[in-house]
């Protein structure tokens, strides 16, 4: 992931072309959500790359999750799930050892990840 994927990827939100094919809405909550990660300040504020990081692999994860196939509710459902996960760990849990944003970059890569060998293995077959 580099510099150019991260602004790349912010653009994309903003443009409302990332989940393009949904409801306005959706496209609406993803654009606040990046802000949100974008503009948090708390105890403990990330560096940028770990913002960068953080919507990069949330964008991609929920790009996965179109493409598998869904639904408007679904969509809907993730990106608040997202929210909360991020309310979480920057509020009540950002005292906890360890950076909040580090956190949930582990959390979204590893469901990045997963999404990805989904897709892959629906193509192999």
């Known amino acids: 992931?580099?510099?150019q994927d991260d602004d790349d990827?912010?653009?994309?939100?903003m443009n409302m072309q990332v989940l393009a094919d949904y409801q306005g809405d959706i496209s609406c909550s993803l654009m606040d959500l990046v802000s949100k990660m974008d503009?948090?300040?708390?105890?403990?504020?990330?560096?940028q790359q770990q913002r960068d990081k953080l919507v990069y692999y949330t964008v991609r994860f929920l790009e996965l999750q179109a493409r598998a196939g869904?639904?408007?509710?679904?969509?809907r459902g993730e990106i608040a799930k997202?929210?909360?996960?991020?309310?979480e760990y920057?509020?009540?849990?950002a005292d906890e050892k360890g950076s909040p944003y580090a956190k949930l970059i582990s959390i979204y890569w590893q469901s990045m990840r997963k999404a990805e060998?989904?897709?892959?293995?629906?193509?192999d077959t």
């Open 39 to 47: 503009e948090h300040q708390g105890t403990t504020t990330p560096q």
């Open 9 to 13: 990827t912010r653009q994309r939100v």
């Open 117 to 123: 060998r989904r897709e892959s293995s629906r193509s």
């Open 82 to 87: 997202i929210n909360r996960l991020f309310d």
């Open 70 to 75: 869904a639904s408007n509710e679904a969509m």
């Open 90 to 93: 920057t509020g009540q849990r």
């Open 1 to 3: 992931m580099s510099r």
